[in-house]
Antibody, heavy 119, light 107 residues
Framework: EVQLVESGGGLVQPGGSLRLSCAAS????????MNWVRQAPGKGLEWVSY????????YYTDSVKGRFTISRDDAKSSLYLQMNSLRDEDTAVYYC????????????WGQGTLVTVSS | DIQMTQSPSTLSASVGDRVTITCQAS??????LNWYQQKPGKAPKLLIY???NLETGVPSRFSGSGSGTHFTFTISSLQPEDTSTYYC?????????FGQGTRLEIK
């Protein structure tokens, strides 16, 4: 059974940093690209970032370029999102999501972790 | 960037009804489209991939069709557990984009 478990969310002040983690199990992690998708409270879904297997290709949505960094540790079957210079508008539930084909073709989602940016 | 426009935004229907949601892409995306179901407080769940393929384990009352720019999602006979928000999403071009969602309620 595919399982994706996020952690690392919490309350942070504007301008602060946070690192999200996602522990994957139930599939061969090295064979899949991975995504981060977020959902602001009461709003729709927004794709944030993608990393291909072996970290060979990385993409970001424009609003997080230069502030967020996606990475993976294949030995630990883990995905990460380092978030710096956080803004109020980054407040959201962040989902780790497995990719079926290439960027954004998501087939499995984690349960999400809430990031709140507020002073 | 490609824009995905879903309609309607909200929908109220009765158990047993046939329900249809449409999704329009601002550019041609071939069949690079998924449909997801999201219940309150839960993660989205993949229902339809590549516009018309039913994900394993998903009930056959759900279906999808379309190609290019116009797509349709249908529930053939609405069940009480289908109360959810439904999203279309394109993955043909960067950035991947979701529709704004359709909230489906049972009358």
């Amino acid at each position: 059974e595919v399982q994706l478990v996020e952690s690392g969310g919490g309350l942070v002040q504007p301008g602060g940093s946070l690192r999200l983690s996602c522990a994957a199990s139930g599939f061969t992690f090295t064979s899949y690209g991975m995504n981060w998708v977020r959902q602001a409270p009461g709003k729709g879904l927004e794709w944030v970032s993608y990393i291909r297997s072996s970290s060979s290709t990385i993409y970001y949505t424009d609003s997080v370029k230069g502030r967020f960094t996606i990475s993976r540790d294949d030995a630990k079957s883990s995905l990460y999102l380092q978030m710096n210079s956080l803004r109020d508008e980054d407040t959201a539930v962040y989902y780790c999501a497995r990719d079926r084909y290439s960027y954004g073709s998501i087939d499995y989602w984690g349960q999400g972790t809430l990031v709140t940016v507020s002073s | 960037d490609i824009q995905m426009t879903q309609s309607p935004s909200t929908l109220s229907a009765s158990v047993g009804d046939r329900v249809t949601i449409t999704c329009q892409a601002s550019q041609h995306i071939s069949n690079s489209l998924n449909w997801y179901q999201q219940k309150p407080g839960k993660a989205p769940k993949l229902l339809i991939y590549e516009a018309s393929n039913l994900e394993t384990g998903v009930p056959s009352r759900f279906s999808g069709s379309g190609s290019g720019t116009h797509f349709t999602f249908t529930i053939s006979s609405l069940q009480p557990e289908d109360t959810s928000t439904y999203y279309c999403q394109q993955y043909d071009n960067l950035p991947p984009a979701f529709g704004q969602g359709t909230r489906l309620e049972i009358k």
